[in-house]
């Protein structure tokens, strides 16, 4: 028998329904149901977690998170009177005491020494490092303005890019020595996936990140598997010391934001966008175009420089 138009737009009516229908499923289990797995990470004696830039905004407050979840915590910062205060902070919390360390390396020079900043930790039981350092650095001229150095961009890429890249390498042999299972975590930004203009060192060093969590989970996993697996964390518009946006549902502050990527840690993902709003945001944009997109991101990009007093070509 023939199937009539109508019975064929009910079909596809139906199969859409239930698409939509499992999506919104899935977003419920994903974020509200399913139970963290971060206590896989809490092997052995005297688990640590590593979280770079933590002396504020996201890095600190995650810290702060681990901690209480009942990681001793090794910091990094570039300002050593206010990575202390930070140590300070995270001791002074409730709960039993733990260790927490600190060390200190400008992200973005060509002198960090990576192998001895690992070494002092080799013996440490270190079963989760969170990549978190990184920023924008909002640089309101194109790249071939002489209001930059090539040594600011390239500041720029060894901040964003090279630093985690290379601290990784050298921490990896550090998460393999207690044979269990250890997690790395890249901090990510949603716009490695958006075009935003004057973000053009920023961005695709994002994008990097995205790709070598990829890689590096391939690698463990094929040949000899390993326990050891890496997650991108996809970031949204969060208030912290370099945005500085009123928060809002879909900008949460350092603190609430934490909370979310200390469960996204626990997720068990390669990819995860830690923060539901922002997932909401991302589904969203996916029925506009792409030039809308680009046109609304330049809008938000000219306003915050206008706001922050900066002159744009
Ligand atoms: N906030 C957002 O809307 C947003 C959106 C997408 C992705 N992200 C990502 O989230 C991560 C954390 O950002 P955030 O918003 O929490 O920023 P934040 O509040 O500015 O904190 C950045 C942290 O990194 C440190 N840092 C910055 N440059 C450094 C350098 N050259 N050497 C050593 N340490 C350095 C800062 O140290 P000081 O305390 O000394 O400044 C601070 O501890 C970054 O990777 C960022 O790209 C943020």
């Not at 640590?48 to 995650?62: R, W």
């Not at 990896?172 to 075009?195: C, D, M, Q, T, Y």
């Amino acid at each position: 028998m023939p199937i009539t138009a109508t019975q064929l737009l009910t079909g596809i009516g139906g199969i859409v329904a239930l698409s939509y229908a499992y999506q919104i499923l899935n977003f419920i289990w994903k974020y509200f149901i399913r139970p963290s797995n971060l206590s896989k990470y809490l092997h052995g004696s005297e688990p640590y977690a590593v979280i770079t830039g933590a002396s504020d905004g996201i890095g600190k407050e995650t810290a702060k998170e681990l901690y209480r979840k009942g990681f001793n915590i090794i910091i990094h910062g570039r300002n050593e009177v206010k990575v202390r205060k930070v140590v300070e902070e995270i001791l002074a919390l409730p709960g039993p005491s733990r260790d927490v360390r600190y060390f200190i390396a400008p992200a973005d020079s060509a002198e960090v020494d990576f192998e001895r900043i690992a070494r002092q930790y080799e013996d440490l039981n270190i079963t989760l490092l969170v990549n978190n350092v990184g920023g924008g650095r909002e640089r309101p001229d194109r790249i071939d303005s002489k209001n930059h150095t090539d040594e600011d961009l390239l500041g720029d890429i060894r901040l964003n890019m090279l630093f985690p890249f290379y601290l990784t390498r050298h921490f990896l042999p550090i998460l393999r020595k207690h044979k269990g299972p250890a997690l790395v975590a890249f901090v990510g930004s949603i716009s490695a996936e958006i075009s935003i203009p004057r973000l053009s060192t920023y961005a695709p060093c994002k994008a990097f990140l995205a790709q070598l969590t990829r890689c590096l989970n391939a690698d463990e996993r094929w040949w000899t598997p390993t326990q050891i697996s890496f997650i991108h964390l996809r970031v949204g518009a969060v208030n912290s010391n370099s945005f500085r946006e009123p928060s809002t549902l879909f900008v949460p502050t350092a603190e609430r934001f934490s909370k979310w990527v200390v469960r996204a840690l626990g997720s068990g993902e390669a990819t995860f966008l830690p923060y539901p709003p922002h997932a909401i945001q991302m589904v969203g944009a996916k029925f506009a175009s792409e030039g809308m997109m680009e046109a609304h991101a330049a809008e938000t990009m000219k306003k915050q420089f206008e706001r922050n007093g900066k002159k744009t070509e």
